[in-house]
Nanobody
């Protein structure tokens, strides 16, 4: 069982920056992949924003490339998402998701989500 807790959301004006942090209940180095996702307004769909693997391989949504940066901090046991140049369309609930690879299969864990609002 892995618990993930997000922090750092809030309100910012267009063009501003926010940093999100996801803290895990296990050493972050033991989680294969940790990502940040946007929750759909309607329905349970989640869209990947950025992810990082245990070997520091990263992946970004096209909308995040050049503006967002994801990183793992093993000492703090967190995965952080630095968001710069924020736009109103970035407004969403952001969730932290972790993928664990067990011998019996893959399991995903999710945080509760945190609101990010970009508006003037």
């Amino acid at each position: 069982q892995v618990q993930l807790e997000e922090s750092g959301g809030g309100w910012v004006q267009p063009g501003g920056s926010l940093s999100l942090s996801c803290r895990a209940s296990l050493p972050i180095s033991t989680i294969y992949q940790v990502g940040w996702y946007r929750q759909a307004v309607l329905g349970p769909q989640r869209a990947l924003v950025a992810s990082v693997t245990d070997r520091d391989g990263t992946e970004y949504a096209d909308s995040a490339k050049g503006r967002f940066a994801i990183s793992r901090d093993n000492a703090e046991n967190t995965v952080n998402l630095q968001m710069n140049g924020l736009k109103p369309k970035d407004t969403s609930v952001y969730l932290c998701g972790g993928q664990m690879n067990y011998t019996k299969g893959i399991k995903y864990y999710w945080g509760q989500g945190i609101q990010v609002t970009v508006s003037s």
